[in-house]
Protein backbone atom coordinates (compact mmCIF):
# COMPACT_ATOMS: atom_id res chain seq x y z
CA UNK A 1 0.00 0.00 0.00
CA UNK A 2 2.65 2.22 0.61
CA UNK A 3 3.40 2.48 -3.38
CA UNK A 4 -0.12 3.06 -3.53
CA UNK A 5 -0.09 6.60 -1.26
CA UNK A 6 3.87 7.56 -2.06
CA UNK A 7 3.85 11.39 -3.33
CA UNK A 8 4.88 11.67 -7.64
CA UNK A 9 8.08 11.23 -8.22
CA UNK A 10 9.80 14.03 -10.49
CA UNK A 11 9.91 13.05 -14.13
CA UNK A 12 13.09 12.17 -16.09
CA UNK A 13 15.37 9.25 -15.89
CA UNK A 14 14.93 6.82 -12.82
CA UNK A 15 16.52 7.25 -9.74
CA UNK A 16 19.17 4.41 -8.53
CA UNK A 17 17.15 2.05 -6.72
CA UNK A 18 13.63 3.38 -8.01
CA UNK A 19 11.29 0.65 -7.49
CA UNK A 20 7.57 0.06 -8.44
CA UNK A 21 5.47 -2.02 -7.68
CA UNK A 22 4.32 -4.62 -10.32
CA UNK A 23 1.36 -5.39 -9.54
CA UNK A 24 0.12 -1.82 -9.13
CA UNK A 25 1.79 -0.68 -12.63
CA UNK A 26 0.09 -3.84 -14.51
CA UNK A 27 -3.59 -2.69 -12.73
CA UNK A 28 -2.81 0.80 -13.95
CA UNK A 29 -2.10 -0.40 -17.33
CA UNK A 30 -4.96 -2.38 -17.28
CA UNK A 31 -7.18 0.87 -16.37
CA UNK A 32 -5.42 3.09 -19.12
CA UNK A 33 -5.82 0.57 -21.40
CA UNK A 34 -9.38 -0.03 -21.00
CA UNK A 35 -10.13 3.74 -20.85
CA UNK A 36 -8.50 5.21 -23.94
CA UNK A 37 -8.27 1.29 -26.47
CA UNK A 38 -4.75 0.57 -27.34
CA UNK A 39 -4.35 3.28 -30.26
CA UNK A 40 -5.17 5.73 -27.76
CA UNK A 41 -3.05 4.56 -24.20
CA UNK A 42 0.34 6.91 -23.42
CA UNK A 43 2.52 5.33 -21.39
CA UNK A 44 4.08 8.55 -20.64
CA UNK A 45 0.77 9.46 -19.04
CA UNK A 46 0.60 6.08 -17.63
CA UNK A 47 4.26 6.94 -16.26
CA UNK A 48 2.78 10.84 -14.95
CA UNK A 49 -0.02 8.80 -13.46
CA UNK A 50 2.02 6.47 -11.10
CA UNK A 51 4.64 8.50 -10.32
CA UNK A 52 7.73 7.25 -12.38
CA UNK A 53 9.79 8.22 -15.38
CA UNK A 54 8.84 7.19 -18.35
CA UNK A 55 12.24 5.69 -18.65
CA UNK A 56 11.49 3.35 -15.60
CA UNK A 57 8.08 1.62 -17.51
CA UNK A 58 10.32 1.69 -21.03
CA UNK A 59 13.61 -0.52 -19.31
CA UNK A 60 11.42 -2.41 -17.62
CA UNK A 61 8.48 -3.64 -20.44
CA UNK A 62 10.49 -2.20 -23.78
CA UNK A 63 7.38 -1.37 -25.90
CA UNK A 64 3.45 -0.62 -25.38
CA UNK A 65 2.29 -3.76 -26.56
CA UNK A 66 4.81 -5.78 -24.41
CA UNK A 67 2.83 -3.96 -21.51
CA UNK A 68 -0.07 -4.78 -22.99
CA UNK A 69 0.43 -8.54 -23.03
CA UNK A 70 1.77 -8.12 -19.60
CA UNK A 71 -1.02 -6.50 -18.08
CA UNK A 72 -3.68 -8.91 -19.59
CA UNK A 73 -1.89 -11.94 -18.63
CA UNK A 74 -1.68 -10.84 -15.36
CA UNK A 75 -5.05 -10.57 -15.16
CA UNK A 76 -5.96 -13.43 -17.54
CA UNK A 77 -3.74 -15.65 -15.13
CA UNK A 78 -6.77 -16.00 -12.58
CA UNK A 79 -9.36 -16.71 -14.87
CA UNK A 80 -6.85 -19.21 -15.92
CA UNK A 81 -6.28 -21.10 -12.94
CA UNK A 82 -9.98 -20.93 -12.28
CA UNK A 83 -10.89 -22.92 -15.38
CA UNK A 84 -8.14 -25.54 -15.26
CA UNK A 85 -9.51 -26.39 -11.85
CA UNK A 86 -12.95 -27.08 -12.98
CA UNK A 87 -11.77 -29.31 -16.03
CA UNK A 88 -10.17 -31.58 -13.50
CA UNK A 89 -11.80 -31.60 -10.55
CA UNK A 90 -12.50 -35.27 -10.18
CA UNK A 91 -13.61 -34.64 -6.21
CA UNK A 92 -16.74 -32.73 -7.54
CA UNK A 93 -20.00 -33.60 -9.89
CA UNK A 94 -19.47 -31.86 -13.88
CA UNK A 95 -22.24 -30.03 -13.24
CA UNK A 96 -21.45 -28.55 -9.89
CA UNK A 97 -18.39 -28.05 -11.84
CA UNK A 98 -19.02 -26.47 -14.21
CA UNK A 99 -21.67 -24.08 -12.23
CA UNK A 100 -18.75 -23.13 -10.15
CA UNK A 101 -16.90 -22.15 -13.28
CA UNK A 102 -19.50 -20.18 -14.16
CA UNK A 103 -19.53 -18.38 -11.00
CA UNK A 104 -15.74 -17.31 -10.20
CA UNK A 105 -15.89 -16.53 -13.84
CA UNK A 106 -18.40 -14.04 -13.35
CA UNK A 107 -16.47 -12.64 -10.46
CA UNK A 108 -13.55 -12.37 -11.99
CA UNK A 109 -15.08 -10.26 -14.48
CA UNK A 110 -16.61 -8.21 -11.56
CA UNK A 111 -13.17 -7.75 -10.08
CA UNK A 112 -11.58 -7.01 -13.45
CA UNK A 113 -14.01 -5.18 -15.79
CA UNK A 114 -11.42 -3.75 -17.63
CA UNK A 115 -10.28 -7.03 -19.47
CA UNK A 116 -13.90 -7.17 -20.78
CA UNK A 117 -13.60 -3.18 -21.95
CA UNK A 118 -10.10 -4.40 -23.82
CA UNK A 119 -11.72 -7.32 -25.09
CA UNK A 120 -14.68 -5.76 -26.33
CA UNK A 121 -12.22 -3.52 -28.48
CA UNK A 122 -10.19 -6.08 -29.45
CA UNK A 123 -11.92 -9.40 -30.43
CA UNK A 124 -13.01 -6.71 -33.85
CA UNK A 125 -9.75 -6.48 -34.71
CA UNK A 126 -7.29 -8.84 -36.37
CA UNK A 127 -3.98 -7.71 -34.09
CA UNK A 128 -1.46 -9.76 -32.91
CA UNK A 129 -3.03 -8.65 -29.44
CA UNK A 130 -6.42 -10.68 -29.70
CA UNK A 131 -4.40 -13.41 -31.26
CA UNK A 132 -2.07 -13.51 -28.29
CA UNK A 133 -5.42 -14.14 -25.79
CA UNK A 134 -6.74 -16.56 -27.73
CA UNK A 135 -3.47 -18.36 -28.08
CA UNK A 136 -2.23 -18.10 -24.65
CA UNK A 137 -5.94 -18.60 -22.97
CA UNK A 138 -8.53 -19.96 -24.63
CA UNK A 139 -7.09 -22.53 -26.60
CA UNK A 140 -4.94 -24.05 -24.15
CA UNK A 141 -8.14 -24.17 -21.86
CA UNK A 142 -10.70 -25.26 -24.09
CA UNK A 143 -9.61 -28.86 -24.52
CA UNK A 144 -10.24 -29.42 -20.72
CA UNK A 145 -13.76 -28.03 -20.72
CA UNK A 146 -14.76 -29.39 -23.81
CA UNK A 147 -14.43 -32.91 -22.48
CA UNK A 148 -16.16 -32.10 -18.96
CA UNK A 149 -19.06 -30.58 -21.71
CA UNK A 150 -18.34 -33.99 -24.05
CA UNK A 151 -19.48 -36.06 -20.02
CA UNK A 152 -22.43 -33.95 -19.45
CA UNK A 153 -23.68 -34.40 -23.21
CA UNK A 154 -23.15 -38.31 -22.91
CA UNK A 155 -24.83 -38.46 -19.72
CA UNK A 156 -27.87 -36.83 -20.81
CA UNK A 157 -27.67 -33.88 -18.07
CA UNK A 158 -27.01 -30.87 -20.70
CA UNK A 159 -27.89 -30.35 -24.31
CA UNK A 160 -24.83 -29.44 -26.66
CA UNK A 161 -23.94 -25.77 -26.92
CA UNK A 162 -21.55 -24.77 -29.71
CA UNK A 163 -18.49 -23.92 -27.69
CA UNK A 164 -18.36 -20.11 -28.69
CA UNK A 165 -21.99 -19.60 -27.51
CA UNK A 166 -21.30 -20.79 -24.02
CA UNK A 167 -17.83 -19.21 -24.20
CA UNK A 168 -19.87 -15.61 -24.59
CA UNK A 169 -22.67 -15.89 -22.16
CA UNK A 170 -20.18 -16.83 -19.43
CA UNK A 171 -17.68 -13.90 -20.15
CA UNK A 172 -19.47 -11.40 -21.78
CA UNK A 173 -23.37 -11.79 -20.93
CA UNK A 174 -22.60 -12.25 -17.20
CA UNK A 175 -19.93 -9.89 -16.86
CA UNK A 176 -21.26 -6.81 -18.80
CA UNK A 177 -22.58 -5.71 -15.62
CA UNK A 178 -19.99 -4.66 -14.36
CA UNK A 179 -17.89 -3.60 -17.34
CA UNK A 180 -20.80 -1.70 -18.25
CA UNK A 181 -21.47 0.48 -14.72
CA UNK A 182 -22.99 3.34 -16.51
CA UNK A 183 -25.45 1.47 -18.31
CA UNK A 184 -26.08 -1.18 -15.83
CA UNK A 185 -27.00 1.87 -13.14
CA UNK A 186 -29.53 2.75 -15.92
CA UNK A 187 -31.65 0.09 -15.61
CA UNK A 188 -31.14 -0.31 -11.77
CA UNK A 189 -28.42 -2.60 -11.06
CA UNK A 190 -26.18 -1.09 -8.25
CA UNK A 191 -23.37 1.69 -9.76
CA UNK A 192 -21.16 0.34 -6.68
CA UNK A 193 -22.05 -3.22 -6.02
CA UNK A 194 -21.04 -4.75 -2.66
CA UNK A 195 -19.46 -8.41 -2.17
CA UNK A 196 -22.75 -9.68 -1.79
CA UNK A 197 -24.77 -7.93 -4.80
CA UNK A 198 -21.97 -9.28 -6.93
CA UNK A 199 -22.09 -13.12 -5.73
CA UNK A 200 -25.93 -13.07 -6.25
CA UNK A 201 -25.63 -11.39 -9.63
CA UNK A 202 -23.32 -14.50 -10.18
CA UNK A 203 -25.22 -16.95 -8.75
CA UNK A 204 -28.15 -15.70 -10.55
CA UNK A 205 -26.08 -16.18 -14.10
CA UNK A 206 -24.86 -19.59 -13.03
CA UNK A 207 -28.47 -20.84 -11.85
CA UNK A 208 -30.30 -19.29 -15.73
CA UNK A 209 -27.28 -20.41 -17.67
CA UNK A 210 -26.92 -24.37 -16.35
CA UNK A 211 -30.89 -24.03 -15.74
CA UNK A 212 -31.32 -23.63 -19.90
CA UNK A 213 -28.49 -25.56 -20.91
CA UNK A 214 -30.17 -28.83 -18.57
CA UNK A 215 -33.38 -28.20 -19.70
CA UNK A 216 -35.65 -29.18 -23.10
CA UNK A 217 -36.03 -25.96 -25.52
CA UNK A 218 -39.62 -25.26 -25.39
CA UNK A 219 -41.47 -25.80 -28.57
CA UNK A 220 -42.84 -23.34 -30.59
CA UNK A 221 -45.51 -20.88 -29.68
CA UNK A 222 -48.93 -21.42 -31.63
CA UNK A 223 -49.05 -21.91 -35.72
CA UNK A 224 -44.93 -21.19 -35.47
CA UNK A 225 -42.10 -23.28 -36.58
CA UNK A 226 -38.71 -23.99 -34.82
CA UNK A 227 -35.69 -22.25 -36.79
CA UNK A 228 -33.07 -25.27 -36.94
Given at each position: MAQATRAPRGRGRPRAGEEIDTALL???ALDAFAETGYDGMSVRELG??????????TARFGSKESLWF??????????????REV?????????EALRRGVVRQVLFSAAHPQVLRIMSHEGAIN????????????????????????????AGRIRPVPYATLHYLVTFGGGALFANPVESALLGASAHPDEEEIRAHAE?????????????PPGPGPGGSRRR
Amino acid sequence: MAQATRAPRGRGRPRAGEEIDTALLLLAALDAFAETGYDGMSVRELGRRLGVSHALLTARFGSKESLWFAAMEYALAEAEQTWREVADSPELDDLEALRRGVVRQVLFSAAHPQVLRIMSHEGAINSPRVRFVIDRFVNPLRPGVERLLTRLVAAGRIRPVPYATLHYLVTFGGGALFANPVESALLGASAHPDEEEIRAHAEAVADVLIAGIAGTPPGPGPGGSRRR
